[in-house]
């Protein structure tokens, strides 16, 4: 999978999502562990989708959120529930895309880079297991086909894997 970015055309965003769909679920098939899985899927995204310089997870530890396996530059370890993008989604339990991050009143610096993020929850039954953070430099990068596009991505991941 090292040349992922090469295999996958985002011209056309639906078929360039349900290529990576297709594959992580390939990638995926037969391991179940959290972590393992998290660490894959966090790889394969920032590899295969152009215009990212941050892509991981945050697991819901308690009344925060605390970093998990991801590609990119050193990032927040902890972000409490409601604060931030990531704090937002995880609270509303839905998918959340900022075009500007600095016209987001909450946002937390992380990488001053980091110009839009889209933030995606991962919910097992009724349960936040956390959320799958991506950001990039470019401002709107994140349009509703990726939102749809990664909501698939984090439904295969989380049909994958045992949560503990």
């Known amino acids: ?3 992922a970015a090469a295999r996958y055309d985002f011209a056309d965003k639906a078929r360039g999502y349900r290529d ?3 594959d992580l679920a390939a990638l995926l098939d037969g391991e179940r562990d959290a972590i393992a899985n998290c660490a894959n899927t966090a790889a394969l995204v920032s590899e295969a989708l152009p215009g990212l310089n941050w892509a991981g ?5 308690g009344t925060e959120l ?10 927040c370890v902890r972000i409490a529930l409601g604060r931030g ?13 900022v075009p500007d991050v600095h016209a987001f009143a909450d946002h ?14 991962m919910i097992a039954g009724d ?5 799958f953070d991506l950001d990039s430099p470019q401002l709107a990068r994140f349009d509703a086909l990726d939102r749809e596009g990664l909501e698939r991505v984090v439904s295969v991941l989380m049909e994958s894997t045992d949560w503990p």
Do not use: K, N, W
């Open 20 to 22: 990576l769909a297709r």
């Open 127 to 131: 349960r936040l297991i956390g959320v």
């Open 1 to 3: 999978m090292s040349h």
């Open 85 to 97: 993008v990531c704090g937002t989604a995880a609270a509303r339990r839905e998918t959340v895309v």
């Open 57 to 61: 997870f945050y697991f819901l530890r």
């Open 66 to 75: 605390v970093l998990g396996p991801f590609q990119g530059r050193p990032a």
């Open 108 to 121: 937390i610096v992380c990488d001053a880079a980091s110009r839009s993020e889209i933030v995606l929850p």
